[in-house]
């Protein structure tokens, strides 16, 4: 049995692993070999029910690991639950509004019609507190892609959730997959992210040290108090079981309004196999640098042992 850890650094190095804690996201999904098989866990299963999935948006207390903050959610979930499909099928999804705000959810990197885009103003009115909207789209390509509010920072409070459409006619070969979601994390910790980007217009002080030579220059605005993985901060991290030998996909979602990261796997190579949703010619590299809004899949053989799965967040070393 090989288990990962999975956290994120400021500086690099490997998050802690005590106490190590189960997402739902991080419950391996075995790929079975037939060419339409699909697979997902039963409690949060896409369904194909008329209604579809039901997207709560709504204050709730959530744990980060060993702290709990006051947040927006989709039920009361974070990230929010995992919505799949085929590609060709349909995404049928209701909003539900009950935060005292308006909000709309945006899926982002699915090309649909701008009736169901989800852009407050563009592409419709944001729905009302109160009130729901009934979202009903054809998907037509396959894909990691996540979900998320457009309407103001109403992202960095917790409304994301992860997309994924599923090839029917998958030409991967692999036994599991797992979703990784990335995310920078303030609200809840002595303000929210209104507070935190009213405090930073006003001063227009940005802290130049956040600089990648990397990414040549200054990379984003503000530190911020946790970096995620899946919800959860370094100190009770998410851990990923797999069997050593197996063949696994990783879908790493970059959910973060303010930073990039360079994700690595110790002791292993990873073959990046999309971006963006989209097929590449694979590649063989060490690291990967993902920006914010961006995906990336990659296949990993698992080796034995315990590994990290780190993410640094880039240009916010040296905390």
């Given at each position: 049995?090989?288990?990962?850890?999975?956290?994120?650094?400021?500086?690099?190095?490997?998050?802690?692993?005590?106490?190590?804690?189960?997402?739902?996201?991080?419950?391996?999904?075995?790929?079975?070999?037939?060419?339409?098989?699909?697979?997902?866990?039963?409690?949060?299963?896409?369904?194909?029910?008329?209604?579809?999935?039901?997207?709560?948006?709504?204050?709730?207390?959530?744990?980060?690991?060993?702290?709990?903050?006051?947040?927006?959610?989709?039920?009361?979930?974070?990230?929010?639950?995992?919505?799949?499909?085929?590609?060709?099928?349909?995404?049928?999804?209701?909003?539900?509004?009950?935060?005292p705000a308006p909000t709309t959810v945006h899926w982002h990197g699915i090309r649909i019609?701008?009736?169901?885009?989800?852009?407050?103003?563009?592409?419709?009115?944001?729905?009302?507190?109160?009130?729901?909207?009934?979202?009903?789209?054809?998907?037509?390509?396959?894909?990691?892609?996540?979900?998320?509010?457009?309407?103001?920072?109403?992202?960095?409070?917790?409304?994301?959730?992860?997309?994924?459409?599923?090839?029917?006619?998958?030409?991967?070969?692999?036994?599991?997959?797992?979703?990784?979601?990335?995310?920078?994390?303030?609200?809840?910790?002595?303000?929210?992210?209104?507070?935190?980007?009213?405090?930073?217009?006003?001063?227009?002080?940005?802290?130049?040290?956040?600089?990648?030579?990397?990414?040549?220059?200054?990379?984003?605005?503000?530190?911020?108090?946790?970096?995620?993985?899946?919800?959860?901060?370094?100190?009770?991290?998410?851990?990923?079981?797999?069997?050593?030998?197996?063949?696994?996909?990783?879908?790493?979602?970059?959910?973060?309004?303010?930073?990039?990261?360079?994700?690595?796997?110790?002791?292993?190579?990873?073959?990046?196999?999309?971006?963006?949703?989209?097929?590449?010619?694979?590649?063989?590299?060490?690291?990967?640098?993902?920006?914010?809004?961006?995906?990336?899949?990659?296949?990993?053989?698992?080796?034995?042992?315990?590994?990290?799965?780190?993410?640094?967040?880039?240009?916010?070393?040296?905390?």
């Open positions: 049995m090989v288990r990962y850890q999975c956290g994120v650094s400021a500086d690099g190095s490997p998050a802690g692993c005590s106490s190590p804690a189960r997402s739902p996201l991080s419950a391996p999904r075995r790929r079975r070999r037939a060419p339409r098989a699909r697979w997902a866990w039963a409690a949060r299963r896409w369904s194909s029910r008329p209604h579809g999935t039901v997207l709560r948006a709504a204050p709730a207390s959530v744990s980060l690991g060993r702290r709990t903050v006051r947040t927006w959610t989709y039920n009361g979930l974070l990230p929010g639950p995992l919505i799949e499909a085929t590609a060709g099928g349909r995404v049928r999804a209701r909003l539900v509004n009950a935060l019609a701008l009736p169901m885009d989800g852009a407050p103003g563009y592409s419709q009115q944001p729905t009302q507190r109160g009130e729901h909207f009934d979202y009903d789209f054809t998907v037509p390509d396959a894909g990691t892609y996540f979900y998320h509010s457009h309407v103001g920072t109403q992202l960095d409070r917790g409304l994301y959730g992860p997309l994924i459409v599923h090839d029917p006619h998958e030409p991967l070969g692999y036994d599991a997959e797992y979703t990784v979601v990335l995310d920078d994390w303030l609200d809840g910790l002595g303000g929210t992210p209104d507070d935190a980007l009213n405090r930073l217009n006003a001063s227009m002080d940005h802290d130049d040290t956040l600089r990648s030579p990397l990414l040549g220059g200054v990379t984003a605005e503000m530190r911020h108090p946790y970096y995620l993985v899946n919800g959860r901060a370094p100190d009770a991290p998410t851990t990923f079981t797999g069997r050593p030998g197996r063949r696994v996909r990783f879908r790493v979602i970059n959910a973060a309004a303010d930073t990039p990261f360079r994700l690595a796997l110790g002791g292993h190579r990873l073959t990046v196999t999309h971006t963006d949703g989209f097929p590449v010619a694979p590649v063989i590299v060490d690291t990967i640098l993902i920006g914010m809004g961006e995906r990336y899949d990659f296949l990993v053989t698992l080796g034995s042992g315990t590994f990290p799965l780190v993410a640094l967040a880039e240009g916010k070393g040296g905390r």
